[in-house]
């Protein structure tokens, strides 16, 4: 009989590198003090050693190793594992096949394959190999001749491929503790297949105190795998049309309560009116893009929004997503006329793949660019055409793509967390004919998004301020709020009597914004639930 395979948690992969050590760093020190902060899986990768050198670092691993119960892999080298005895190994597509490393390997070996492609994926499934190591997620310095870039977007359709099978699989390229957890939320797929765990090199090889390093990794990966994957809103809830416009009225005083600090890179046309309407709401605006200094905001503001209609400052937008992310502030993006300009394309593919959106919030067309859908096609920042045949299930599938939550505004605004689809029917036809109605629906949606982290993390709405949350608080309703604190408004605003026309509306919208009460908005509310079945 053969013997059993380890029993492997591949949570906390170390891949080693001993050109990354620190000055004066031994490298069985830091193996050692990383296994105690946590790592779980340990692969002895030596691209230069000569074979008695590999040999005698692998032998003295292993020894480390298994001192702490962790299985321990080489990579590419079969002769190397066979020679001192490895718990598997790993090897990369022009390497070794698995089917041939497998006879020559013992029977409970554990073998591992570098994938970069849903096809590889699922040629290591058919292979037999026991786990894939997916990516790259983002740029590495470990590796040269790096396969292009897959994106935490992209390793949802490779996970995708694992539906079904006991293969795990880990993330791979440029993963460190700053964006573990983006990593970990945005890979999802649409199935709901998470990551078993990531494959870190330099983060942890490279640090003068790897059991720090290793320990904070794992308590992220820890947290994250304790609560069941889902897209900024309430695990398991049941969202009925009643109680959402209870949670939306309490919302409306959870930003007057907090008064966040919205920050705010929005385009030059509505930069006032954004800034009035934040104030109006109970908030405090700032609108900075400098990339200087978005490490120091993004400690005190309460939520971001990210608007392109004028893109003036890429670096910044970068800049303030990643810290936003780091600091676990919600980010808001509305991707103004992302299908004008092949420029604004690549501009939110590269923003969305540096970090993890709370909101998209946009009309037809600018989400049916960002879906690479054809369905909708717009002119310049408007849509063409009467909008999406099936608005509920676009949505549903848009956000379980891209793991946030959906903002899709028009006649009927619809708000999705990929499981649940909410139907907003309020609003005037005069938000039309003033510039920046929608700007103004992102800068209401990121201001409700920041109040209701601050409510979680405050002890407010202890449920959704889990550890292993991207952001605390449910996104799912603020942004509903963010969206009707607007429409609702325009209504009460329009039937005024001082309101004759574009002119005047857009002051009495103010004001109607700053006397919205809990009880205005959760009455005047008009919302509908759909859960729809998607495959």
Known sequence: MAPSKPIVDYSLYLVTGRELLPAGKDYYESLEESLQGGVSLVQIREKIAETGEFLEIARRSKEICHKYNVPILINDRIDIALAMGADGVHIGQTDMPIAVARSLLPANAIIGMTCNTPEHVRQAVKDGADYVGVGPAWTTQTKKNLNAIVGVRGLGDMLRELDGTEVKAVAI???????????????????????????????????????????????????????????????????????????????????RKHSPLVHQITNTVVTNQSANATLALGASPIMASSAKEMEDLSKVTGGLLVNFGTIQDLDGMLAAGRFANVNRRPIVFDPVGVGATRYRQTSADTLLNTWQATVIKGNAGELSAIAKSTEVQSKGVDSIGQGFADPVTFVAQLARKERCIIVLTGVQDYVSDGYTVVRCSNGHKLLGDITGSGCMVGTSVATFCAAESLEAATGGNPSVAHDGLLVKGDMLVAAVAGVLALTVASEFAAAREDVFGSGTFLPALIDELGALTPEKLSKAANVEVFRPELA
């Open 173 to 255: 390229g440029g993963i460190k503790s700053t964006n573990a957890l983006h990593c970990l939320h945005g890979s999802v797929s649409v199935t709901g297949h998470a990551l078993d765990g990531l494959a870190i090199v330099s983060d942890i090889v490279g640090s003068p105190e790897p059991k720090l390093a290793a320990g904070k990794l794992a308590s992220v990966v820890r947290a994250f795998k304790a609560h069941s994957p889902s897209s900024f809103s309430l695990p398991g809830a049941q969202y009925a049309p009643e109680s959402i416009k209870a949670q939306v009225g309490s919302l409306v005083s959870a930003v």
